[in-house]
């Protein structure tokens, strides 16, 4: 069993609507949570971070993690063409002193005007 | 300021000839990684250094060596390149605060015939 499952999609949507993406865990360890956005042909950028459970909040987007079910979810609102992309969910534990990342294996959004 | 920077950015390597991906970054981090990214696969560590002198097995280290040759610099090479190796090569560079955000390169595309 994977560490981080994401299921893969592809996700398409209109322009305007509300996007759910998420990931589950199933190590308790992560104490770090973080979305990376990979637009076609690029390196992944983060676009989110955050290492409590609850919602952060940043313009349209926002993350919510539930570490009691092992979960974390990014929703985008209005979204937009330029959203299109892979979205990439990670997170982070200690591991023997070094701060070990874990990624999902991405969730492909199209959203069409 | 360039951020992380990659060469090549595509090669073709025959089966058991050797090369070197060069990695650059100028952001002044101590932490350097070699990621692969294959479709189905997400984000796999190959190698990682935690800072200059240091380099240490990530995930999928078999096959593949590295260089940390400076605090800038961080290099991967393949000694007898095989299919299975070809993906998508990217370097990252971390630094030290809560985030420790990774920020990627462009991406290598390597493809072994």
């Known amino acids: 069993q994977k560490e981080v499952e994401q299921d893969p999609g592809p996700l398409s949507v209109p322009e305007g609507a509300i996007v759910s993406l998420n990931c589950t865990y199933s190590n308790s360890a992560f104490q770090y949570f973080m979305w990376y956005r990979q637009y076609s042909r690029k390196g992944p950028e983060l676009l989110m971070y955050?290492?409590?459970?609850g919602n952060k909040e940043d313009g349209r987007f926002t993350a919510q993690v539930d570490k009691s079910s092992k979960y974390i979810s990014l929703f985008i609102r209005d979204s937009q063409p330029s959203d299109s992309a892979t979205y990439l969910c990670?997170?982070?534990?200690?591991?023997?002193?070094?701060?070990?990342?874990?990624f999902g294996t991405g969730t492909k959004l199209q959203v069409i005007p | 300021n360039a951020g992380v920077t990659q060469t090549p950015k595509f090669q073709v390597l025959k089966t058991g000839q050797s090369m070197t991906l060069q990695c650059a970054q100028d952001?002044?981090?101590?932490?350097m990684y070699w990621y692969r990214q294959d479709p189905g696969m997400g984000l796999r560590l190959i190698y990682y250094s935690a800072s200059e002198g240091t380099t240490d097995k990530g995930e999928v280290p078999n096959g593949y060596n590295v260089s940390r040759l400076n605090k800038r610099e961080f290099s991967l090479r393949l000694e007898s390149a095989a299919p299975s190796q070809t993906s998508v090569y990217f370097c990252?560079?971390?630094?030290?605060?809560?985030?420790?955000?990774?920020?990627f390169g462009p991406g290598t595309r390597l493809t072994v015939t």
């Open positions: 990252a560079s971390s630094g030290t605060g809560v985030s420790y955000e990774q920020y």
């Open positions: 990670a997170m982070r534990k200690n591991s023997g002193g070094y701060q070990k990342v874990t």
């Open positions: 955050t290492y409590s459970s």
């Open positions: 952001m002044n981090h101590n932490s």
